[in-house]
């Protein structure tokens, strides 16, 4: 079980929590992710003060079941709510997330993912479809570092590579880094997390290159897996 909190660009927070049940060869597992902006100025026109404010909130409710085939492929797939409500207009759609695994040898792990399938939203009289997005990656460790790498293709967007490493100390710290391409405001990120008994703190820091501002992000993992 775990908690995340997200504190972006233009006083965007996100709040996540998430549970994963893993007693055999599948898992199953939900997750509720929140984000907010408060007090958006309302205007029709050039004033000099907003004729009031309002909020702009969305929420994703998901349920993910995953399951083991062999000791090697790993599929899943995620369904999904999602509701926007800007002002005084509101949308609610339903998503599918589809994702796989394969373990290729001891230290390397590829992956592949296509999230949100499905319906389309409407705001007021705008319909809209959710950006679908394509992702590729794998992962290599090296004794105390792990190297990452994703390809990531939304539709509505470029390619971007996706770039990460970690370095182990002593199984309780990780010091991490991350690079990403293809972006006009961000490339560089630096990690830290800390981990003992189950228990997981991780930190993320994401600068911007203009005056957007610096994002930072928390999150709290709690795990009462048995070790055999």
């Known amino acids: 079980m775990g908690a995340a909190h997200n504190e972006w660009i233009a006083d965007f927070r996100s709040e996540y929590v998430g549970l994963v049940y893993h007693p055999s060869d599948f898992a199953i597992g939900f997750s509720i992710n929140y984000g907010t902006v408060d007090d958006i100025e309302r205007r029709t026109g ?3 003060e907003p004729e009031g404010y309002f909020d702009l909130n969305d ?53 592949a993912s296509l ?21 590729f990656g794998g992962s290599y460790r090296i004794k105390d570092f792990l190297v990452s790498g994703d390809l990531v293709y939304p539709t509505d967007d470029d390619l971007h590579l996706h770039i990460g490493g970690e370095y182990n100390l002593s199984q309780i710290f990780f010091l991490r880094s991350g690079f990403q391409s293809g972006y006009d405001e961000k490339a560089l990120a630096f990690g830290l997390g800390f981990e003992q008994k189950g228990f997981n703190i991780d930190y993320a820091y994401v600068p911007f290159k203009s005056d957007l501002g610096d994002t930072h992000r928390i999150s709290l993992t709690y795990s009462l897996l048995k070790e055999e």
């Not at 949100?116 to 009289?125: A, F, I, P, Q, T």
């Open 59 to 111: 929420l994703v409710a998901a349920a993910t079941i995953a399951r083991n085939f062999g000791e090697r492929l790993k599929l899943g797939i995620t369904s999904k709510i999602v509701y926007e409500k800007l002002d005084v207009y509101s949308s609610t759609g339903v998503a599918f997330d589809f994702g796989m695994q394969y373990l290729l040898m001891p230290e390397l792990i590829v992956g």
């Open 46 to 48: 050039p004033t000099d």
């Open 115 to 135: 999230s949100n399938l499905g319906s389309s939203m409407k705001l007021d009289e705008e319909e809209f479809d959710l950006p679908k997005i394509l992702r």
